[in-house]
């Protein structure tokens, strides 16, 4: 059994690697995003499947964000998911 300082540590690191997921899923529904972007000019079937794998990314910062503790890094990641979140509606607009 943990030691009360083992747990924090543990939940501490468990925070971080969950805070660092949802930061690289945001980063990488904009970087999807993007693409469906050029592909829209180019090939509908690519933008389709960018633009598909970008809401996946949301849908999946979505899910997990509440399970981030802290209220400020939080209310980061919620920020830049509404950002995606109206970016991706204004694309299909």
């Known amino acids: 059994m943990p030691t009360p300082d083992e747990f924090a540590s543990l939940n ?3 925070q971080k690697a969950l805070i660092d997921f949802l930061e690289v899923e ?8 993007d ?9 509908e079937d690519h933008c ?6 970008a809401q996946e990314a949301l849908d999946s910062v979505r899910y997990f964000q509440g ?10 990641i ?3 998911a509404d950002r995606l979140e109206a970016a991706l509606k204004a694309f299909r607009g």
Not at 48 to 53: G, I, L, S, T, V
């Open 12 to 14: 501490a690191r468990s």
């Open 26 to 33: 945001l980063a990488l529904g904009d970087t999807f995003l």
């Open 35 to 43: 693409t469906a972007r050029i592909e829209s000019k180019f090939d």
């Open 48 to 53: 389709q499947r960018a633009f598909e794998k």
């Open 67 to 76: 399970r981030v503790s802290d209220r400020t890094q939080w209310a980061a």
């Open 78 to 80: 919620q920020t830049r």
